[in-house]
């Protein structure tokens, strides 16, 4: 009874109407706000971008210089919050750590259920932003059995949360300027892509009018899994194995005959090349020139070439996605496989929160409930455990 059109995964089905982020999969477009992502890699900064997607228009320069101050003097969490974290495991995966500890904001702000007003949702916002840095790094460190790193509100964002990481003495952190910039543009990279699995996450479990922590949470979780921001670590570790050039030719033949796939590769919406991919091999040449390079970029340029002349993904459409070289630029800062994701999460935090927005003040909006095709028996007879054993 009732009309419901079947489409696992959403795959034809808008959940939303949205202005945040557009992108054309067949041109490889991809523009926040309407700003082509290649002119905010070059020219603009993370937080700065943060504030386009939130607000929708670029900052004046007070609006910027009160957005970053509001931003550095809320990095710091509640003492209690590194007491809740210091009781994960010590083998606790950084992505587990962080989507507990956003979670768990929620009830330092419980004034966030409120999120009907909007200097509330500003308030909350700005937070949020202030604080994955902070959670991410300390995560890390947990996982390094180190004791964590304060924020220090005199550095920048990126440099912050570099110190955070990677800090060793009571002396000031300083970081290549390079490097810095690379990461910036990495976040400015990820800051969002309109409805993709955690950003959908988010809007669903948001769309019950929870806080916007507990929404953020359920998009950490989604962006944990390998196909999403799981799939620049499986990039890492599918490289690793490959081992040598040599090797690509039956690694290919093994992805044709469809034992794994080629984890870095294809997209749901791009059918031509992910400009983010583009803009992330630039990064990764200004990156290795101040680290040395990593052996495995061989591997990759050769797998990627190899890749597009084969017939089986030029007939797919599978082209490299921004995931093929990321993890190679996180190795290279020394970050370990299982932190790449919480660089993805950090980088996604504006755009999750500038969709939560969109979705709370949007009045189409409602509870996302979708239908489903039911498979299961009906009308049975039940028969009592004490009949049936
Ligand atoms: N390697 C080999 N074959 C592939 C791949 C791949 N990476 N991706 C898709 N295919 C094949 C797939 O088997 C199917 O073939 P056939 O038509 O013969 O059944 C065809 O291409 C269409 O694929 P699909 O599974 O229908 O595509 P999808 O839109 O459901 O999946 C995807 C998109 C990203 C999950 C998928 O391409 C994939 O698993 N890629 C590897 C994981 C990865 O790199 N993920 C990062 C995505 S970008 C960042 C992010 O969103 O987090």
Not at 85 to 97: K, N
Not at 100 to 106: H, I, N, T
Not at 323 to 345: C, H, K, R
């Amino acid at each position: 009874p009732g009309l419901a059109i079947y489409d696992p995964g959403f795959v034809n089905t808008a959940s939303c109407r949205s202005s945040v982020t557009y992108i054309d999969g067949e041109e490889g477009i991809l523009e926040y706000r309407g700003y082509p992502i290649e002119q905010l890699a070059e020219k603009s900064s993370f937080l700065e971008v943060a504030y386009l997607l939130i607000h929708g228009e670029l900052p004046t320069k007070e609006q910027h210089d009160a957005w970053v101050h509001d931003i550095t003097f809320h990095t710091f969490v509640h003492e209690n919050v590194k007491t809740f974290m210091q009781g994960f495991r010590y083998d606790a995966h950084p992505m587990g750590m962080l989507m507990a500890s956003v979670g768990a904001l929620s009830t330092f702000y419980p004034d966030a259920r409120n999120i009907g007003d909007d200097d509330n949702r500003q308030m909350q916002i700005i937070r949020m932003i202030a604080k994955m840095p902070t959670l991410g790094a300390w995560a890390f460190r947990h996982a390094q059995g180190k004791p964590y790193v304060y924020p220090d509100n005199d550095l920048s964002y990126t440099e912050n949360f570099l110190a955070m990481l990677f800090k060793m003495s009571e002396q000031k952190y300083e970081a290549d300027e390079r490097l810095v910039k690379a990461l910036d543009v990495l976040f400015i990279l990820h800051a969002d892509h309109e409805q993709n699995c955690s950003t959908n996450a988010v809007r669903s479990v948001g769309s019950s009018q929870v806080d916007p922590y507990s929404a953020v949470a359920a998009g950490v979780g989604a962006l944990y899994g390998p196909l999403h921001g799981g799939a620049n670590e499986a990039v890492l570790r599918m490289l690793r194995r490959i081992g040598t050039k040599e090797n690509i030719p039956s690694f290919i033949e093994g992805v044709k005959a469809g034992n794994e796939k080629l984890m870095g590769f294809g997209h749901r919406v791009y059918k031509n090349y992910d400009p983010r991919a583009r803009i992330i091999k630039k990064a990764a040449e200004d990156v290795f020139e101040v680290t040395g390079t990593n052996p495995l970029l061989d591997i990759a340029l050769e797998l990627e070439k190899i890749a597009l002349e084969d017939e089986y993904f030029v007939s797919r459409k599978l082209y490299p996605n921004v995931d093929f070289y990321s993890g190679l630029i996180y190795e290279a800062f020394q970050f370990p496989p299982e932190m790449f994701t919480v660089l993805f999460a950090i980088g996604r935090t504006p755009g999750w929160l500038a969709q939560w927005l969109e979705l709370v003040q949007d009045k189409e909006q409602k509870i996302a409930r979708p239908k489903q095709i039911y498979t299961g028996d009906r009308r049975l007879t039940f028969t009592p455990a004490s009949e049936r054993w």
